[in-house]
């Protein structure tokens, strides 16, 4: 069964541009990894200091296996700094 997730960033005043720019480096990365399903993030057009990730993996282990990568850990260690807040939702399919 799938694992998809959502995780919602608001970049610290002065920051949109860094924080779009960490957040782009992930993309290909992500996509490229084994067990990644969808790996999709978007900027909200009336918030641009708001940026959405959705992303799917095939298992918890295709999920750990992404959060070990170096591109990951690269991320980890520096989106603090441009993030006033982030939040971090499960999601279940209806259907």
């Not at 610290?12 to 999709?40: D, F, P, Q, V």
């Not at 959705?54 to 990568?69: C, R, T, V, Y």
């Amino acid at each position: 069964m799938s694992l998809i997730k959502k995780v919602v960033f608001i970049a610290k005043n002065g920051s949109i541009y860094e924080l779009k720019s960490l957040l782009e480096t992930m993309i290909e990365a992500s996509r490229a990894e084994e067990g990644c399903e969808l790996y999709n993030i978007y900027q909200i057009k009336d918030k641009p200091n708001t940026f959405v990730v959705i992303e799917s993996w095939e298992s918890e282990d295709a999920l750990k296996g992404h959060q070990n990568s170096s591109h990951y850990i690269y991320y980890k260690s520096n989106y603090k700094k441009y993030t006033a807040d982030k939040s971090s939702n499960e999601l279940v399919s209806l259907g």
